[in-house]
């Protein structure tokens, strides 16, 4: 049968594993350990191991993905951190773009840097736009910084020069020096960790790397080292956020490029199961435990960008956050998950979120010393989970503990009884959910209708039909082990790279020879990294130029020939930019040169070949294993509604709404007006209606 592969992805409140080999997959989930997240790593490879009756030796390749990184930006519990910056522009990090999120707040709070002041270090120096030099570098005063590093107890250092992305020779000196003064202090450098014009986000990247290095590289190496002791002989690669997978080395080198490696996982996923069923356009929906996502498929491809915030102080609010210049998978990302708290606002409104009760204690229900309500809480006193299937019975649910919790925050202070607080909590996070969608699909010039919802997660089948509901979708698909999905996603992602460069250029004078010189090395630098963990699997490689008319404030990436260009390709690159131009704002700026500021270059292992699904089998009627009493959020009223096991339903089966499709990691509803059927890939395909 081959090597089996094992993919493992921790979430806020549980680890996710998926194991497969040949065509054979087993799911497993087990609570987050914040403490040491690699002892609930360990514990659930040790379990779905033994459930496959295979041993460590048996696995050919580990695929990891985590939310560490994310959180310690988050809850600011990162490494002690100092940036070394151009004389004159210590506060740019501080400054940003001067843009307000919301511009009539007159109290407005923005983020706090990552480094206070006192700790962002100038130094002379200073190089042109082109990279010549101004003024050397002055390496005394680098030194006479090494003093009060230490005694500051610094634990990595961040680098960050004016133009440094055109010329990184004073960000390397400085690291030379500083590794012969403190040669246990990680140093990233803004000419390494994102290359790019735009000294703020280039800064506060490069900052962001430095403070998460030493947190997940001493977790990176604690993992591999207890997977060893475990008997693993097999490669460890990690998820980056902008899909693809790399080795521990790099991942140790640019932690901030994991910074959204779980999400990214589920997109993936969701990208596989729409080319599977044939679906080009779709809406990835992943709730987990502490977050909800939605992402947006076209043509089996996830949505990508090259930018991203964390850490917003402002709710949902875009530009409230640190900003990140890496590669993402875009989505939007709100803290809607089975853990997100619930409580009563000071205008007596449900809140739900974004605080989540984690892993520890977890929601009331869990029985672990939880005494708030989370949205676990109120699917289980609405009658959604069977208290003894959740998590496949590893973790037995208590109702009377859910209906207290919520009695006290949330039903007590509205004078509602408890079950109607908890429908009001979970039509509340549906709502919540939807708006997301639509801003999202707004923002980003696209459509909802006509889409098929993808849902997965451990929460995403429980919410989708009401979720479709509000957006106006009629068609939703639940996959085969989508309580686990981002795990599985890990499974079918490619190894790949993407490196990006800044280099100036105008169409009215491009020169093709400085452009191929640049592109050359951004190919070998990407091929070299994906090698690594390649195998001998081919690859294939992809090509954008950024760029924008001149004047333009932003710019949108055009795909160009993933070869040496040459002069005639100029002409066909500029009709292909204002083709987009068009797309985009309905009209070209004619008359306008148009400028390049930045080439980025992907090289990827090709995907698997998806086989063309198998035909719907006959309908037949399926049969329910019993009922249960569920309180439907769209009327108020309680009823007995079917409960079906997955296991037990062939393809082919059918079944009308409302219902519950119950597995070991999540529940499908099926809500009134809905009709469930298996397909041939033993996916439950939801329809709404007559369609």
């Known amino acids: 049968m081959g090597a089996a592969r094992l993919a493992v992805d921790i979430g806020g409140t549980f680890t996710d594993l998926a194991l497969e080999q040949g065509q054979r997959r087993w799911t497993a989930k087990v609570l987050t350990t914040p403490a040491a997240p690699e002892q609930g790593v360990l514990e659930g490879v040790a379990a779905i191991l033994a459930e496959a009756g295979l041993a460590p030796a048996d696995i050919g390749l580990v695929i990891h993905g985590t939310t560490l990184a994310t959180n310690a930006l988050i809850e600011r519990k990162g490494a002690r951190t100092a940036l070394i910056t151009t004389e004159g522009f210590r506060d740019v990090l501080a400054l940003g773009n001067e843009a307000r999120y919301d511009q009539y707040d007159l109290q407005i709070v923005l983020p706090e840097p990552l480094v206070p002041r006192r700790l962002r270090l100038p130094v002379p120096e200073r190089l042109d736009n082109t990279g010549k030099v101004l003024k050397p570098l002055d390496e005394a005063a680098v030194r006479a910084l090494v003093p009060f590093l230490k005694a500051e107890r610094i634990e990595a250092v961040a680098v960050g020069f004016l133009h440094a992305f055109v010329n990184d020779s004073h960000e390397r000196r400085v690291r030379e020096i500083l590794a012969e003064e403190l040669p246990e202090v990680p140093v990233s450098l803004s000419s390494e960790v994102s290359p790019e014009m735009r000294e703020w986000e280039r800064f506060s990247t490069t900052v962001a790397n430095a403070y998460v290095q030493p947190l997940m590289s001493r977790y990176l190496l604690r993992l591999e080292a207890g997977l060893r002791e475990a008997g693993f002989a097999a490669p460890l690669f990690l998820m980056l956020s902008g899909g693809g997978l790399t080795t521990v080395d790099t991942a140790c080198r640019f932690p901030i490029r994991l910074v959204e490696s779980g999400p990214a996982g589920g997109a993936i996923f969701a990208a596989h199961i729409a080319r599977e069923a044939g679906l080009e356009q779709v809406l990835s929906y992943d709730m987990g435990g502490t977050t909800a996502k939605v992402c947006l498929i076209d043509r089996y491809r996830p949505q990508a960008s090259r930018s991203f915030e964390v850490a917003r102080v402002g709710r949902f609010k875009k530009g ?162 989508a309580g686990v999905g981002s795990a599985i996603g890990f499974l079918r992602a490619p190894v790949a790279y993407e490196v990006v460069r800044s280099l100036y250029q105008r169409f009215s004078s491009f020169d093709v020879a400085a452009v191929n010189a640049l592109l050359s090395a951004m190919s070998e630098e990407a091929g070299a990294v994906v090698a690594l963990g390649a195998e001998g699997r081919a690859v294939e490689e992809h090509r954008l130029a950024y760029m924008r008319y001149v004047g333009q404030g932003h710019e949108i990436a055009v795909p160009i020939p993933a070869r040496s260009l040459a002069e005639a390709d ?60 569920v309180r439907d959020t769209a009327t108020g009223m309680v009823a007995e509604w079917a409960v079906y096991d997955r296991s037990a339903l062939a393809p082919g089966a059918t079944l009308a709404g409302p219902a519950i499709i119950a597995e070991d990691e999540t529940s499908t509803l099926v809500g009134p007006g809905w009709s469930a059927r298996i397909d041939g890939l033993g996916y439950i395909r939801l329809t709404r209606g007559d369609g």
Do not use: W
């Open 320 to 481: 409230s956050g640190l900003p990140l210049r890496i590669p993402v998978i875009e989505m939007v990302e709100i803290g809607a998950g089975g853990g997100s708290l619930a409580s009563v606002d000071s205008m007596g409104r449900i809140a739900v979120g974004p605080e989540s009760a984690g892993a520890d204690p977890g929601p009331a229900c869990y029985g672990r010393g939880g005494t708030r309500p989370a949205v676990t809480d109120a699917n289980l006193l609405l009658g959604r989970y069977d208290p003894s299937r959740f998590a496949g019975g590893r973790l037995r649910l208590d109702p009377d503990r859910a209906r207290d919790a919520l009695a006290r925050a949330v039903a007590g202070p509205l004078g509602l009884p408890p079950e109607m607080a908890a429908l009001g909590v979970v039509e509340l996070v549906d709502e919540n959910m939807a708006n997301a969608a639509r801003v999202h699909a707004i923002e980003s010039g696209k459509s909802l209708a006509g889409r098929t919802l993808i849902a997965f997660g451990g929460g995403g089948p429980v919410h989708a039909c009401r979720v479709a509901e509000k957006i106006g979708i009629a068609s939703v698909l639940v996959p085969s082990g």
């Open 570 to 629: 100029v002409a066909a690159i500029r009709a292909t930019y204002e083709r987009l131009y068009v797309e985009f704002y309905d009209r070209p700026v004619p008359g306008s040169d148009v400028e390049i500021l930045s080439f980025a270059v992907t090289v990827a292992t090709l995907p698997d070949p998806v086989a063309p699904a198998p035909p719907l089998p006959q309908g037949v009627a399926a049969k329910p294993a019993r009922t249960q009493a």
